[in-house]
């Protein structure tokens, strides 16, 4: 689930599909309406142990996660507010054994579901429980489009196996599919054939999606971050088959940030047009929130409804709009575009959230940062840290070479 | 074989058109607007594609699309029929229409 920023902003990204108009009339720049989606973190197990993972390194244990009743209640309450679509993801969603429970009521209550998942613990039986729960939409993750590299990459045996499996399931039950390819220096040679992948597997979309570096990501920099070279050839490869396969598989696309000469317009802006609650409940304005330490985010299980906290939280209002920021921003042109792009990025790489994103060459430490990610795209460290509740294990060299 | 099919549609009048799973059209009661749900988008469509949209049922055709509102408004049949067929060209062309297709007899 590791493209869930790609994804988010897509939400608000494309005004000819209609967008702007309910932007402009569900919320203005100083109001902050109720966002269209919601990502709800249903857990952070997963079996996988992805290098470049987009949750928290302190990950929620199992015993903190919300129950079915609360999950239930948060969902009505979304609805109630004015949410229209929800996000089940993780971790790894499917390891909730309610999860075709919590697709129903989503459903009764009147959302819009989408199921983001590793598909390795899928069945055909949970997945037509799921399509009879009326899931609108599937999104499967990989991780290279054959088993040597996407098994390595993953942590775990078979599990492009299995995704190739669960995809054709996914397509026999008549459910939309989106593929999404989380691409880094060790798999973007693979990403012609992971376009081809898509278009056998009969997905409608694909996510190429390029790591973005905090939290797990940041851990694994070093063995993930791709060379100038290869994103150019990545930008090639993405155009010429957005053209090609016009009418048969939509490509979005996000190029890593490190790489840009703006920042990215981090989920659409802080506080602005999304939220996601963790599995323990927490509303986080992104999903690596929780990383700027010194930030106190609410709970569901507190007294404020979502609405409130959504509106009157202290980590909501923080960062929301444009007067919290400092030079080079305040008097930036972009400031509108931009939002001084990730507040994650820039505490990961600063000590800072205020601080402007080093992503953006205005900032003073850009030049360092690109540096450094120039020297470690060329450099040899291809072994990986691997997710886990431990804080991350190294990777072996048998697993190495295999 | 699934019965619907999503993608490269080319709409004509004896097209059955039908939204596709994905494609939720919902009225949201908090923005008193017509939405689309769609994959990691919401689409909002204006008045006419709403109309045309409720009778896309997978059982009329777009000619009966038509015919309905030429009724309806009064209007020429001819320039609805383009109108219409315009519009839903438009929203296959984006992945969010379907097709009934007829088993075959």
Known sequence: MSAIDTGVKAVAADPSDGLAILESRGSTAETYGIPLAVLAELTH??????????????????????????????????????????????????????????????????LYSNLITSAVLLTKDKLSALADSELNHVQISFQGNEPVVADRVAGFKRAHEKKIEAARWTREL??????????????????????QMAVDLDADRLEVANVQYYGWALKNRAALMPTIAQIEEASRIVEEAQTRLKGILAIDYVVPDYYALRPKKCMGGWGRQFFNISPAGKVLPCHAAESITGLAFESVRSNHSIAWIWQNSEAFNRYRGTGWMPEPCQSCAFKEVDFGGCRCQAFALTGDAGNTDPACTLSPLHEQIFKLAETEAAGNNNHFIYRNFAGGTPETESEHGA | MAALRSRNISVSETSRPVLPRHA???????????VILAPERVLAPDEIAVEVLQLCDGVRDVGQIADQLATKYAAERAAILSDVIAMLQDLADKGFLAEAREKTP
């Open chain 1, 45 to 110: 197990r997963c079996p996988l142990q992805c290098p470049y993972c987009s949750n928290p390194v302190e990950l929620d244990r199992a015993g903190t996660e919300l129950t079915t009743a609360e999950w239930k209640k948060v969902l009505t309450e979304l609805a109630e507010i004015g949410v229209l679509q929800i996000h089940f993801s993780g971790g790894e969603p499917t390891a909730r054994k309610d999860l075709a429970e919590l697709v129903q009521h989503a459903t009764d209550v009147g």
């Open chain 2, 24 to 34: 939720r059209l919902k009225f949201d009661e908090t923005r008193q607007v017509w």
């Open chain 1, 174 to 195: 008549d459910l939309p599919l989106t593929v999404n390819a989380v691409m880094h220096r060790q798999n973007l040679f693979q990403l012609p054939d992971i376009i």
